[in-house]
Nanobody
Framework: VQLQASGGGLVQAGGSLRLSCAVS????????LAWFRQAPGKERELVAR???????TYYADSVKGRFTISRDNDKNTDLQMNSLKPEDTAVYYC???????????????WGQGTLVTVSS
């Protein structure tokens, strides 16, 4: 299984961006797809997670109501980010796991990072 992330860029505060993660290879119905982010000097943190088969989602408190994670029948996952804030600035990574959870250590598949910069 491989993950390929795309999207990201520079946006003003209050704006929107959409990140996409293309999943290739075999996955399982209970496979968890997630978006993490890592800002300079900070640890990688879970932003949102979705279980591929059930569609059950989880969001970090900091992004609830602003970000939406989704997946399509082709196993890809998107992250729609609205009302962006300067503190959302980070490198965003898509990740996959049969275990799931909130810790980056639980995810064994990672896409390359994509930079999101939100200017004030």
């Amino acid at each position: 299984v491989q993950l390929q992330a795309s999207g990201g860029g520079l946006v003003q505060a209050g704006g929107s961006l959409r990140l996409s993660c293309a999943v290739s290879g075999r996955t399982f119905s209970n496979y968890a797809l997630a978006w993490f982010r890592q800002a300079p000097g900070k640890e990688r943190e879970l932003v949102a997670r979705i279980i591929r088969g059930t569609g059950v989602t989880y969001y970090a408190d900091s992004v609830k109501g602003r970000f939406t994670i989704s997946r399509d029948n082709d196993k890809n996952t998107d992250l729609q980010m609205n009302s962006l804030k300067p503190e959302d600035t980070a490198v965003y990574y898509c990740a996959g796991s049969r275990v799931g959870g909130s810790s980056a250590a639980s995810y064994d598949l990672w896409g390359q990072g994509t930079l999101v910069t939100v200017s004030s």
